[in-house]
């Protein structure tokens, strides 16, 4: 079992920006792709980056340019650096743990970008 704590939301206007963090609790963090996932009101949830257990990364185009996804095994945390926030990406963020059939979520932390 692996548990997984958000941390770092909150609420900012247009263009500031935020870092999520995600710690995990687990021996073998390195061997975890992990990935964070968003949820509107009203929407499914879907996936925002993707770090592998090699550290390859994977953005969606609306973060392309403005969001940064790493990971830090020693510490057993995965992060997310967003820039140039927008008000679409105003959701609640969640993160994943996914090794071979086990996949893992946190709480979610909220974020909202007002104008």
């Known amino acids: 079992q692996v548990q997984l704590v958000e941390s770092g939301g909150g609420s900012v206007q247009p263009g500031e920006r935020l870092t999520l963090t995600c710690a995990a609790t687990t021996r073998i963090f390195s061997a975890y792709d992990m990935s964070w996932y968003r949820q509107m009101p009203g929407r499914q949830r879907e996936l925002v980056a993707l770090?592998?257990?090699?550290?390859?990364?994977t953005l969606v185009d609306s973060a392309k340019g403005r969001f940064h996804i790493w990971r830090d095994n020693g510490k057993n945390t995965m992060s997310l650096e967003m820039e140039n926030l927008k008000t679409e990406d105003s959701a609640v963020y969640y993160c994943?743990?996914?090794?071979?059939?086990?996949?893992?979520w946190g709480q979610g932390t909220q974020v909202t970008v007002f104008s």
């Open positions: 994943n743990a996914k090794l071979r059939s086990e996949s893992y």
């Open positions: 770090i592998t257990s090699a550290h390859r990364t």
